[in-house]
């Protein structure tokens, strides 16, 4: 509420935008994950340029299907503030080509599953073609909270429950 000098006073309602949830690799988290993410009120969108990875068949619940490379992919979905990404495939040549876009954005969240092993090769790889400490750090990874998740319903509770304390500011880079 604001008073002008003119002594109207105006009240503002300021609506952020619906956050998109994007997950690059139609594996079996991702199936789980398009499900949480659709109950919090989060916009789904799956890349994989897989055919049998990224079908209707196996989102029927997805609001975006792209069956496309990330590289092509982000060219048609933009980056943007109010976007999370997700990298679930563990295929490098999947999972790289979209970091090396997603690193230079401004997305709010950069997720990658895998262990720390993994995750060490792909800081090295990242390393190897320019990327620095500060950008690879953006990188959460493994992916999700630690809660001894097992199946792919609870790694996407996991993930979700990462996301959502990064966009709320209590969760920040590791």
Avoid: C
Avoid at 43 to 65: A, E, K
Avoid at 74 to 92: G, I, K, S, Y
């Amino acid at each position: 509420r604001a008073v002008l000098n003119s002594g109207v006073e105006v009240f503002t309602d300021i609506f952020k935008p619906q956050p998109v949830l994007v997950m690059v690799g139609g594996v079996h988290v991702a199936i789980a994950l398009t499900r949480e993410a659709n109950s919090v009120g989060s916009q789904t969108v799956v890349i994989d340029p897989r055919r049998s990875f990224g079908s209707d068949f196996r989102f029927p619940d997805v609001d975006r299907l792209i069956q496309q490379w990330p590289k092509q992919a982000f060219q048609e979905l933009l980056p943007a503030p109010d976007m999370a990404v997700a990298l679930l495939t563990h295929d490098p040549k999947i999972d790289d080509q979209a970091l090396k876009i997603l690193l230079e954005s401004d997305v709010f969240y950069i997720g990658a599953l895998g262990s720390r092993k993994t995750h060490a090769k792909r800081k090295a790889r990242l390393r190897a073609i320019g990327f620095g400490d500060d950008k690879i750090a953006r990188i959460f990874a493994p992916i999700g909270l630690d809660i001894g998740a097992e199946n792919p319903e609870e790694i996407a509770l996991a993930i979700m429950a990462e996301i959502t304390g990064v966009r709320r500011g209590k969760i920040a880079s590791r």
